[in-house]
Every structure is written in C-alpha cells, then in structure tokens.
C-alpha cells in the first residue's frame, strides 16, 4: 500500500506510475514528496545538468528529513534517503516518460506558449485513461490545455502545490468547466495519499490563496509607497496582530519580487475579473526593484537585505 509508517494515507495506490515534467524547485519538490509515498516517478528536465541540479535539491531536502525522522542513527537516514531515491527516475525524454505514466503533474517555466505545446505532445502519448495536471500558479488551466483532444478534456485539471512541497500541506485541485467529477476524486485521493490537503476550486486567476495573497501583498505595498509605516512595521503588526507566520514583506522576498510582478502584470492585464482593477494594478516600487535585480532571498536581496 502507498505510505510509509508517518504517514496519513488510507488507501491502495492511486496511479501506478507518476511523471513529473520540470525538475525546478516545484517539480523537485512534488516528485521527493510522491516517491516519500511510495509512488514510483519518473522526473523529466530538458538537459542532464537541469536533472542534476533538480536531484541536488531532492537530497538536501531528503537528508534533513532523515535527520528528523531518524535522530542519531546514520545508516537508517541513509537507508531512507537511498530508497526514497531508489522510485524517482530522472529523464530528458518527454515522450517515453509520459508513455508509460497515470499521472501526469507538469511543473515547467509559467510561459503559456510552452506549456500548451506541452500539453499538446503530452495528450498525444499518455495512455487513455491518464490524468494530465499542470502546476501552473497563475495560468488558467483551460488555456494550457486548449490543445488537448476533446476525449482526454474531462481528464485535465490543475493540481497546485506549495513551496516548499515536502513542507506544505495544501494542494489547490483546480477544475475546468470540463473536467469530471471521477479526475477530481482521483486527484483529490491521491493528494491526500502523500499527506496533503487537497482543496477545489474553478479555474479563475489564482485559485484560492493567490488570488487572495496577491492583492493582499500588492496593498503591504502601497502602503509602503505612501509612507503610511515601515516595512518592518508591517510585518510586525502583520505577525503580531493578525498571526500570520511570516510578514508580507517577508513574504514577497521569499516568493519573489520577479514572480508577484510577473503574477500582477498578467491580472492587470487580462486576468479574469480582475483586468484594469486596483486590487491589482502594478506597484512602481516593485517595478523599481526587480529593475534593479533586487528579487528577494534568492539574489540576496529585497525588500530586505540577506
Ligand atoms: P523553475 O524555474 O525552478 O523550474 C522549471 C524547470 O522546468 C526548469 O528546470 C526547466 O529546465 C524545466 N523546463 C522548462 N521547459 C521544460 C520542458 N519543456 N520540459 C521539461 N522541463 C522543462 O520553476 P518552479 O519555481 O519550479 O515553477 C514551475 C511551475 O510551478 C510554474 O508553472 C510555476 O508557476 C509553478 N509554481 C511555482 C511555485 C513557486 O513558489 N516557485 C509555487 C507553485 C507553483
């Protein structure tokens, strides 16, 4: 049965085999969680040095894991580590990986035009009966499958993971106006296999948490602009008054400045709803930033210095 002995998982396995397209950060992350599981993977990146730096991730996070789960007794850490690896398969190659997989989780760059070519090869080679998931943050999903053939529509949805995956317990099922009832069982029984909890939502811009962080991050923002309080003040009041774990400036430099620009500009825009609306107009603060290749913890810095 799937899961290990910590785990929370009440049934028999969900897919027999599992392809995660894109080794990043997300991918990385959704593949360790899955095998953790139990689930055999196949992980698939463009070049051997993407699969390798993907795989450098999975180990890190593994042996920290390990180290908790195993206190003091090195060569059970290792035994996990070792296993936990032993179910992902690392592969360049899209089409064989997706060939022989039930599942198929897609975690690529957020570019709509590569991610629909995706989707078009990727309903062309998996099996009938595979379910085709995008991990997409801020794309709708009917967009990314528009090449999808009308047979596999009921079978595509998104499934939205948390970073970092092994650590967060949400997973967003997103659904289309076609996706059926059966996919959204599956997913929804898969996701609480790896000990996740799954939520549902339609496909509009930012499912349930973004599309309330994001407007949310934007107005910490504003408030900043206008000279209402400092950036620590925020946070502080944020943490202390309100309870949330992390501040909203802290927050945005451990997303990414680039990434909640990215997110913004594309709503302003034409998201759903929310085109032309304040909630989410562009913050000349933010543009200012990422111009100056100020992107938050990973360039070392932000809002705040690192
Ligand atoms: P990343 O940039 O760390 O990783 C993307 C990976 O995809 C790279 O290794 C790249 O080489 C690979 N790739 C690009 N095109 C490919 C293709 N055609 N076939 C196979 N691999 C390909 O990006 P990250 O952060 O992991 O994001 C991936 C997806 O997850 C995006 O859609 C993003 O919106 C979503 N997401 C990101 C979150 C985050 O906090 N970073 C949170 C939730 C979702």
């Not at 528009?146 to 099922?173: C, S, T, W």
């Not at 289309?176 to 811009?205: H, M, N, Q, W, Y």
């Not at 913004?264 to 909630?279: I, T």
Request: with cysteine; proline share 4%; glycine share 10%.
């Amino acid at each position: 049965t799937v899961g290990n002995k910590d785990s929370v998982a009440e049934t028999a396995p969900h897919f027999a085999s599992i392809t995660v397209l894109g080794g990043g950060q997300m991918g990385a992350g959704i593949a360790q969680t899955a095998a953790t599981f139990n689930y055999t993977v196949n992980l698939v990146d463009m070049s051997d040095d993407a699969l390798s730096r993907g795989q450098g991730y999975i180990i890190k996070s593994l042996k920290r894991v390990a180290k908790m789960r195993f206190k003091g007794d090195e060569p059970q850490q290792s035994r996990f580590v070792d296993d936990v690896l032993s179910r992902i398969k690392l592969s360049t190659d899209t089409e064989s990986a997706a060939a022989g997989a039930d599942l198929i989780i897609e975690a690529i760059i957020e570019q709509i035009e590569t991610k629909r070519a995706v989707f078009g090869v990727l309903d062309k080679v998996a099996p009938a009966e595979a379910i085709l998931a995008s991990n997409t943050s801020s794309l709708p999903i009917g967009a990314i499958g528009e090449a999808v053939g009308d047979k596999r529509k009921g079978q595509l949805a998104g499934l939205h993971f948390f970073n970092p995956v092994p650590q967060m317990k949400l997973v967003e099922i997103v659904r289309t106006e076609r996706t059926t009832d059966e996919t959204i069982d599956r997913l929804r029984a898969f996701a609480k296999s790896i000990d996740k909890a799954p939520v549902l939502c339609r496909d509009t811009p930012g499912f349930i948490v973004n599309r309330l962080l994001v407007p949310y991050l934007a107005e910490a923002i504003r408030m900043l602009e206008r000279g209402d309080a400092t950036a620590e003040d925020i946070d502080t009041a944020m943490k202390c008054g309100a309870g949330y774990p992390m501040g909203p400036f802290q927050l945005l430099d451990y997303v990414g400045l680039d990434t909640v620009k990215f997110i913004l500009d594309g709503w302003y825009k034409e998201g759903e709803g929310l085109a032309g609306s304040d909630l989410v107009r562009p913050s000349e603060k933010l543009d200012e930033l990422v111009r100056n290749g100020r992107l938050g913890v990973k360039s070392g810095a932000g809002f705040y210095d690192y």
